[in-house]
Every structure is written in C-alpha cells, then in structure tokens.
C-alpha cells in the first residue's frame, strides 16, 4: 500500500510542476493600428491602398473627427469612411497573431458635424466569417474611446488571421485603435520586443476594456473582454503571479506528502528486519 500511495504522489507531483510551468507561460501582447506587433513588430494591412481612404492620426483639416490622441491607445489609430459611391470598392484591414484569444477595439463617433458617424463591421478570422458589429450614433458630440467590438476566446494555440471588412450600401466609419492576443508559448524560442507590453498570465488572461457601450454586437463568445484603462498604456492585468502562488503552494504540499510516506515506510521495513 505503501509503494503504490508513493508512486501515485510523485506522478501528481509531476503532473502540478507541469500545470504550473503551462500557467505561466500565457501573455497578452497588443497589435498598435500604427506600431503593430508589440513582439514582433508586424504591421496591420489596409486595403485598398488608395491614398486619402485610410488616414491616420496625422490627417490634418480634411478629416471631419479628429480623436484627442492622448485618449487613443498609444497615441494613434487608422480610419477609414466607407462610400460605396466613391468607386474604391470595399474597405478593409488585416492582421496576424499567434494565439488563444483575440480583442478587437474601436474609437466611436457620434454626433460629428459633415461627417459619416455610423460604424459597422464584420470579422472574419481564418476565412470565416465569426462576427459583425454596428453603431448608431447617439446625439452626444463625444467620441467613444477602448470600445471593445469584437472578442472570441478557446482559439486552437496556432497562427491565425483576423480581417475587419466593410461592406454594403450604407456610408460607415471604422476607426481601429488596436488589438490585444493571448498568446501562449508553445515552443522553446524567443523573439525581440519592440516594447515592454507583455504581461505574465494565465491562460485565459482576459484584458478587459474600460468603457461601456449600447452598441449591438454578434458573433463574440465573452461579452466583457478588457484593455486597462482609457490612456495608451500597453500594461494588460494579470494574475499570472496569484495562480503561481497557489501552485507552488500545492506543488510543495504534495512534496510532502511524498516525504512523509516515504520515511514511514522505511520505518516499517526497519521493523520488520529487526
């Protein structure tokens, strides 16, 4: 009885030393609209190409909205109007992640004087479509900042590809700020940061974003997701270090039990040699 309780405490030992190592290795990394992977530096793709359809937080006095950039992640964002009758044909934007889980966030217009308002999307991630999102403007002249559009969580550990497309017969605006990607690290290589904007995790991380909205939105599986805060701050929650803790503490609690059974068995073959 003895033997079999020690060699069930060392492979339990074994299987938590491996759950803590998997706990620790997810991070949620951003994807800027401008600066792009935080890790790898990779960029956004917007198409079409047309000079004057996507316009940046450098367009002067020919762009109607004009964010406040130091509520804008990072300082910066992409937009674009949507005109079917401007003969550009459709607009989109792309990017890819390797990853569990995708955050998609929007700056929002309401009521801006001469200028299209209404926002909405759909998304498709690996070539299907996974979701679509629609704002009507309201009659308050703010803007929306961190506005969470789209999220889907339980994504397979791979490369994936995410694509934001505007399509149809209204006139709509997409102002893409950035992105937020748990990954989780599957293989034993590392690649440069283009900046500190990883955070320690577990596996389901979930950055949640700060602002609410009475927009409509389909096709997401959590409804909450989050980014920090309202400022450009790249630093995402994380409880990576509670649930390694608590692991630790499991891990060294059945250490031991290991150590307990082990010396009250030597004393039994002690007595029975004696």
Same mark, same amino acid.
């Given at each position: 009885m003895g033997s079999i309780s020690c060699a069930w405490a060392s492979r339990a030992l074994v299987l938590l030393t491996l759950i803590s190592r998997v706990l620790g290795d997810a991070v949620n990394r951003t994807i800027d609209d401008s600066l792009g992977d935080s890790v790898t530096g990779q960029r956004?793709?917007?198409l079409p190409e047309t000079p004057g359809v996507w316009e940046d937080e450098t367009c002067g006095a020919g762009c109607f909205i004009q964010p406040d950039r130091s509520l804008a992640f990072d300082g910066t964002w992409t937009a674009a109007t949507?005109?079917?009758s401007n003969g550009v044909?459709?607009?989109s934007l792309s990017f890819n992640f390797h990853g569990t889980a995708i955050y998609i966030f929007f700056i929002l217009a309401n009521n801006q004087p001469n200028a299209t308002t209404k926002t909405e999307c759909n998304f498709t991630l690996d070539g299907a479509v996974v979701g679509n999102y629609s704002h009507s403007p309201t009659s308050s002249l703010d803007l929306e900042y961190n506005v969470t559009v789209f999220s889907k969580t339980g994504l397979l550990n791979q490369d994936h590809t995410f694509q934001i497309g505007a399509t149809g017969t209204d006139d709509v605006f997409i102002n893409f700020d950035y992105a937020i990607y748990t990954f989780e690290n599957d293989q034993d290589n590392s690649t440069p940061t283009r900046a500190s904007s990883e955070s320690s995790g577990t596996s389901d991380p979930s950055p949640l974003a700060g602002s609410s909205t009475s927009s409509e939105s389909s096709g997401t599986s959590d409804p909450s997701p989050l980014a920090g805060s309202s400022t450009s701050s790249k630093q995402t929650t994380s409880t990576g270090a509670i649930v390694g803790g608590? +692991?630790?503490?499991?891990?060294?609690?059945?250490?031991? +039990?290991v150590f307990l059974l082990w010396r009250k068995r030597r004393r039994s073959q002690n007595t029975i040699a004696m």
């Open positions: 956004p793709t917007y949507y005109k079917p044909g459709n607009v608590v +692991v630790s503490g499991i891990v060294l609690s059945v250490t031991l +039990v």
